[in-house]
């Protein structure tokens, strides 16, 4: 019923950019707050950056602040990640989570970036 597809990954050199995209339909919100995680080659899944639902405050890890944009269609369950600036290190899976009423959510399978030379 519920499906969190992400589209967007491929492979890139250092310094340049992806843009990745998250739909989810099924939800009983129809603007939930959605999250971007990532798990890269050997290392545990990490939390990357969210955006909530009404105001659509944006937060990000350490990590990739100033590099990655974060932001959603307002009022859809629908969102993005700009990914600038890209490094080896963000090589990994990236999965998107969306909450739902309940607090129930629902993850993605993950589409991949790879980022190297």
């Known amino acids: 019923q519920v499906h969190v597809v992400e589209t967007g990954g491929g492979w890139v050199q250092p310094g340049g950019s992806l843009r990745l995209s998250c739909a989810a339909s099924?939800?009983?919100?129809?603007?939930?707050?959605m999250d971007w995680y990532r798990q890269g080659p050997g290392k545990e899944r990490e939390w990357v950056a969210g955006?909530?639902?009404?105001?659509?405050?944006?937060n990000y890890a350490d990590s990739v602040k100033g590099r990655f944009i974060i932001s959603r269609e307002h009022g859809k369950n629908v969102m993005y990640l700009q990914m600038n600036n890209l490094k080896s290190e963000d090589t990994a899976v990236y999965y998107c989570?969306?909450?739902?009423?309940?607090?129930?959510?629902?993850w993605g399978k993950g589409t991949h970036v790879t980022v190297s030379t």
């Open positions: 989570n969306a909450k739902d009423f309940g607090g129930v959510d629902y």
């Open positions: 099924g939800l009983l919100s129809s603007g939930s707050p």
């Open positions: 955006v909530s639902r009404i105001h659509e405050h944006t």
